[in-house]
């Protein structure tokens, strides 16, 4: 099976940067994900990583650590429309060949002017 | 907008009822996974369909069934509502491959209240 642990919730300062981490235990690995929720809409795609690293696309970066079982999504120059839930989720291995994620609980993030 | 649709966005109804909710896959897509989630809780895979057949099982319920039409949209089927049952139930689509780097999108979803 699989186990993703988040913090509950993070607070942050607006211009700031905030560091989000996710642990995971999986049997086997096919892919970490990154999404960003807010409340009562839908989860959307920021990033993802497969391989050992740092995956940057614009404010957010992802890394990777598999040896760890380790990621965490680095949000800079934060806005108050950063203020979100943001969900770690592994593809299931078991799964091959499909796009079935197993989430973690999410990380509610409260940016403050 | 992901592509992918759900509908009804709201539905309210009593404890012991039956509901189907709806979801059609962005245009291409092949696969459709089923969510459901609580209040404060994390996303729950409930099921997966691939050109209209299952693929995955996660811990749906027995009063819950699914399936996926030759158009490819889906339907989630849940009888006999409990209070619990209340939650947002999120569609999701992707196509026929496994090692995208993509994700699945994600639609709008379907707030469930039971009373």
């Known amino acids: 099976g699989q186990n993703i642990d988040q913090p509950t919730e993070m607070t942050a300062t607006e211009g700031a940067i905030v560091q989000i981490n996710c642990t995971y235990q999986?049997?086997?690995?096919?892919?970490l994900f990154w999404y960003q929720q807010h409340a009562g809409e839908a989860p959307t795609f920021l990033s993802y990583?497969?391989?050992?690293g740092l995956e940057e696309k614009g404010r957010f970066s992802s890394f990777l650590s598999r040896s760890k079982g380790y990621s965490y999504l680095l949000l800079k120059e934060l806005q108050m429309k950063d203020s979100a839930s943001y969900l770690c989720?592994?593809?299931?291995?078991?799964?091959?060949?499909?796009?079935?994620?197993?989430f973690g609980t999410g990380t509610r993030l409260l940016v403050s002017p | 907008d992901s592509g992918v649709t759900q509908t009804p966005k709201h539905l309210i109804t009593a404890t012991g009822q039956r509901v189907t909710l709806r979801c059609s896959p962005r245009?291409?897509?092949?696969?459709v996974y089923w969510y459901q989630q609580s209040l404060d809780q994390g996303l729950q895979f409930l099921i997966q369909?691939?050109?209209?057949?299952?693929?995955a099982k996660g811990n749906i319920l027995e009063r819950f069934s699914a399936q996926q039409f030759p158009d490819l949209h889906s339907e989630l089927n849940l009888s006999s509502l409990e209070l619990g049952d209340s939650a947002l139930y999120f569609c999701?689509?992707?196509?026929?491959?496994?090692?995208?780097?993509?994700?699945?999108?994600f639609g709008p979803g379907t707030r469930l209240t039971v009373l």
């Open positions: 999701a689509s992707s196509g026929g491959g496994g090692t995208s780097g993509q994700g699945p999108f």
């Open positions: 999986t049997s086997g690995f096919n892919g």
């Open positions: 989720a592994v593809r299931d291995p078991q799964n091959t060949g499909f796009q079935k994620l197993v």
């Open positions: 990583n497969v391989l050992d």
């Open positions: 369909y691939y050109n209209g057949e299952e693929r």
């Open positions: 245009s291409g897509d092949l696969s």
